[in-house]
């Protein structure tokens, strides 16, 4: 039993938080209100904590101030998601109230989790209850209040526990949403998730009484799955994918090809020198990550395994689930983002996911896109570093989703070199419309107004399907279902999709007969289906301009903008 935390525990208490949430995912993921078809907070949570065990797993030996150093940074740079970024900001304030300590004992973390809560809640614009905030809050004041009494560090995290897990409930009173749902808050079940791993890590042992928001979550204890060592796989993609390359074309660009990869997979690893580039990639397509280096040159040393038959023959044979800490070691680092030197005055940075869709904001001025929308949300370094390759002072950053606001502005906080200014956008249409505002004879302040209005002035309509079945204003959802969301609000969802984009088009067009309607189809629709959309709209607006534009993104079929 560990009585005070150094730099080895602290090391091991983010690995098993880490990887509490890595086994959790999918069933925080399951509480999302939505049934869209995404990541979403699980996902979310476990990507940002990976991105600090990552870097932590680096060092056999640590001590506390470098571990909280390393984990701040680590957090803050990884974020994804508002989920990820509270996580973050929760740690980012427990580690500045330890980082000059050498041990922390009891009243120490109890006091350090207040802090990361207080941390969390000056950074949010419009912090809201029913959150992670408000469990964290009430967990952290438990802990304080335990460790006045002279409680130890492991009754201390006890407490905070319990006390997180008694408020969890509330969260569905506090938030209107979660209650018609019928289930709870997912970053705070979360929070419940990552301080189990911290215990686990305190006490030597998993946690017993794990709580259960609905019967269909089980904690990790119930599974049975020990807390070894975190695994940052992601294994949406199947195949773990290496090779060799030599570099025959050296006028082919890697920075491009690099950005192939990001669209077919994840965790991209691209080393290069003036000979060869050495690619590591999960992914769904090995062929077409092979296809296209081979037109840089001959290949060698390829491996492809499938991650799925390794973790499902792993969990046979043992019921565990065990990672080598030295892959992690292995892996090569990728090389650092080089800084654009300043040309102009001022830049844009715009998130979309779909090759359509980044054709047409390069095409109104971006200077550089980051990969990401629903499906994956990117992170604050992710952010950080298209900024870093816009040659201007001054970067205008399109979040272009509701769920990447918060990363964005993260990333304008600890930005140094220049200003970065953030427009609000919810959606593709949104960032759009903000880019057509922009006036360079204004200033800054202007811009970022008459941007912000302008994105306010869309209406965005979104189809795609109930990735499971669900319930939202007593309106059943079946898994398979087409579902339309209006500026992010369920409209309708039906077996039938002409019965959805019907109801869709009628409702976006009422009281805009003469107006601007822009439909972008992407996953599940070609350029015909599109145009028999792009006739349905027009049956509502007759008077209205209608363009059908190749977008190229997933989840969503169509994405329809009306101004």
Known sequence: MNKVINGELFKNMMTLAASAVEENKEQLNSLNVFPVPDGDTGTNMSLTLNAAARELAKYEEISLSKACEITSTSLLRGARGNSGVITSLLFRGLTKAMKEMETAGATDFANALAEGVKTAYKAVMKPAEGTILTVSRVSAEAAVKAAAEGKGLDEVIAIAIEAAKI??????ELNPVLKKAGVVDAGAYGYIVIMEGVQAAVTGKKPENTYKPEEKVKSAAETGVDYLVFDERDITFAYCTEFICERTDKEKSVPTFRSFLDSIGDSVVVVEDDEFIKVHVHTNNPDKALGEALKFGRLSRIKIENMREQFEELAREQ???????????KQEEAPAVKKAEIEKKYGFVSVAAGEGLESVFVDLGVDNMVQGGQTMNPSTEDILNSVDMTPAEIVFVLPNNKNIIMAAEQAALICEDKKI???????????????????????????????????????????????????????????????????????????????????????????????????????????????????????????????????????????????
Request: charged share 25%; glycine share 8%.
């Open 167 to 172: 408020e969890l409930p509330n969260t569905m």
């Open 319 to 329: 019921g565990l689930r065990v990672v080598d800490a030295a892959d992690l070691e």
């Open 421 to 563: 200014v953030v427009i609000p956008t919810r959606s593709v249409p949104q960032g759009i419309s903000a880019l057509l505002a922009f006036d360079p004879d204004m200033d800054t302040e202007e811009n970022k107004e008459n941007m912000t209005e302008a994105a306010k002035s869309v209406v965005t309509g979104q189809m795609t399907y109930a990735a499971r079945d669900a319930e939202i204003d007593g309106n059943k959802i079946t898994m398979g279902d087409f579902m339309a969301l209006v500026n992010d609000k369920l409209l309708t969802t039906d077996a039938d999709a002409d019965v959805v984009i019907d109801k869709m088009a009628a409702h976006m067009c009422e009281g805009k007969d003469e107006c601007f309607i822009t439909i972008f189809y992407g996953e599940g629709a070609d350029e015909d289906k599109a145009n028999a959309v792009g006739e349905v709209f027009q049956k509502y607006a007759e008077n209205g301009e209608i363009n059908v534009i190749y977008g190229g993104q997933p989840v969503y079929s169509y994405i329809v903008s009306v101004e």
